[in-house]
């Protein structure tokens, strides 16, 4: 998965890099917490990072900050990585709205395990993002058929939300799923074939046994 990281000391931003592309990420790195902020706001911006607590322009718990003031239904997985290990300084973090925490020097089997939870969140996340988009769509369906529909007194066809009048089976074909079976019911039948009807036919190849 792509993962931004935000770390301003060389050797350490190499190592954390190097570590993650061998495990098949694909990594956006920046120097600073402005660089990351600025990343952190792309439409298509990284859904995990990786962010150093001490940073120049902005540290990693206002980067946090920041971020999750940010209105989205697809919210990044944010790890705060630190060499500070008072535990206040470790709430601090996550009150900042940080997801977890991963101190500093890293381990690698622990920041594995780390980021297998961010993206398990992370597809959770989509996942149930995916769900919510879908029953919005299907409620605004059930609206728009429960609301008031703008029908013709004369032929009948229904004005749809652009002002275009269209025939009955295409508005409700293109506001729900329904598919139509044309039939002809039993009086349009007596009117177009007066001659083939029969006394007791109820449509077009439906006779009573």
Wanted: aromatic share 4%; with cysteine.
């Amino acid at each position: 998965m792509r993962i931004l990281i935000a770390e301003d000391d060389f050797t350490s931003r190499t190592v954390l890099a190097g570590v993650l592309k061998k495990e098949g990420h694909e990594v956006t790195a920046t120097v600073n917490g402005a660089e990351a902020w600025q990343a952190l706001q792309q439409p298509d911006a990284p859904l995990l990072a990786i962010l150093d607590w001490m940073m120049p322009e902005m540290n990693g718990p206002e980067v946090v900050r920041r971020v999750r003031s940010l209105p989205t239904n697809r919210p990044p997985h944010l790890i705060i990585l630190t060499s500070k290990s008072d535990k206040d300084d470790i709430i601090a973090g996550l009150e900042a709205g940080a997801n977890d925490y991963l101190a500093k020097p890293f381990h690698v089997g622990e920041l594995r395990a780390r980021i297998e939870v961010g993206r398990r969140m992370v597809e959770m996340q989509a996942a149930l993002a995916d769900k919510i988009e879908e029953l919005r769509e299907a409620l605004d369906q059930i609206k728009t058929l429960r609301g008031i529909v703008p029908i013709c007194a004369g032929c009948k066809q229904i004005r749809d939300d652009r002002g275009y009048w269209n025939q009955v089976e295409v508005y409700v074909r293109d506001h729900t799923e329904a598919q139509f079976s044309h039939g002809i019911c039993p009086d349009c039948m007596k009117k177009l074939y007066p001659g083939l009807c029969k006394e007791g036919d109820d449509a077009v190849g439906n006779r009573p046994a």
